[in-house]
């Protein structure tokens, strides 16, 4: 929680001592049946993760509230300390500025997909065959569609993946998708879900420039290629997660930090960049072992550097529980070359939000934390799992307590009241 007092100013002291924050994207699960009613946690070995509890702090977290199923999105806004109930205004919005559009609060954004319809104009594959080539060309046509009234920015990123951003004035949020989210239908219109002129104009520019998008597609080069080689078309596009760019208090100003964020995801830089931490290059493909050292090395220019590893997440939404052990315990190995960084700097470790193997989805279950660092005050807690964290000395806090404690362990806390 932000303190909402007007006699309360957070300080802006800078210090040598650095927060090294590593966000293990639905680490966390529930007891599974196949690891014999153990979590993937505590099957896993991990005494890197051990030791690091030995000399931390741990405690169990409900990234928003007790029992409430988060998104990485929302989770991630709720620990670096902004309230997502006030701050989320949509997936679309993350989702663009991760993929590196520049996204300016009142601007509209949406997930897309390049997808395949038929000569009847149904969706026969919301992928388009999956495509991976050509896409950069595609996007260039895209870009060329000119809609009076309203000015479309789209980037395509991995696989059949893309995102767009609509500027111009008076636009509303509050109108449907045209993804379908099945195939064997047509796409949806995009309508105005309530009666304002502004939803009324902005679906009916949304459906001018989805009606644009086809007419480009359809004879560009990339597809007549892929007729040539039976490969399905990449001739529409399928917009989804509408949502209006939010306007968020940067981070260096509510901390006094110089941040950096290394994710993988889209989404999750999307949620860094709009909460000004300086996203640092990290590509899908990096190994776990080479973003946790691109992390450490990036302590050396910022204060405050946050890291979030997909991988578990991944295995969890696959019902993997062995893939999941397997990635946890590479997580661990890789975190050798962290236990030294504790002696000065603080470092916390957290999942955003359990993903539960059963269920293949995220749940709300509390997640476990571990602090490790120079004054933190050590508990019992000899293990990092789901279990030994709610025996420790933080007891159960929320998402948007972690950032208050960390700053105030970094002795750049400034005191309310006198
Ligand atoms: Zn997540």
Known sequence: MVLHNKYFKPSHKT???????????????????????????????????????????????????????????TAHLAILGYDPVVSYTGRGPFE???????????????????????????VVDRRAGRISEGTQELAEAVNGIKIPGAHFRFRASTGHRGALVMSGKGLSHNISESDPHEEGVKPHVVEPLDGSEEARRTADMLNRFILGCGKVLAGHPVNVRRIQEGLRLANTLLLRGVGVAPSLAPFSEKYGFRAGCIATVALVRGVGRFCGL?????????SIPGLVSMAIDATSKYDFVLLNIKAADDASHDGDAEKKTAVIEEIDRALAGLLDFTVENYLAILSDHTTSISRRDHTGDPVPILIAGPEVRTDDTAVFSERAAAKGGLGRIRGQDIMNILVDLMNRSEKFGA
């Open 278 to 286: 300086e996203v640092i290059g990290a590509d899908a493909e990096m």
């Open 96 to 122: 663009a500025a991760g993929v590196g559009l520049d996204v300016t609060a009142g601007e509209i954004a949406f997930r897309c997909n390049f997808a395949t319809v038929d000569e009847n104009g149904l």
């Open 15 to 73: 210090g040598v001592m650095k927060c090294l924050l590593l966000i293990c994207d639905g680490m966390a699960d529930r007891p599974v049946k196949t690891l014999r009613g153990r979590t993937p946690l505590e099957a896993a070995d991990t005494r890197n993760l051990d030791l690091l509890a030995k000399s931390g702090i741990l405690g169990i977290v409900d990234t928003i509230a007790p029992g409430i199923r988060p998104g990485s999105d």
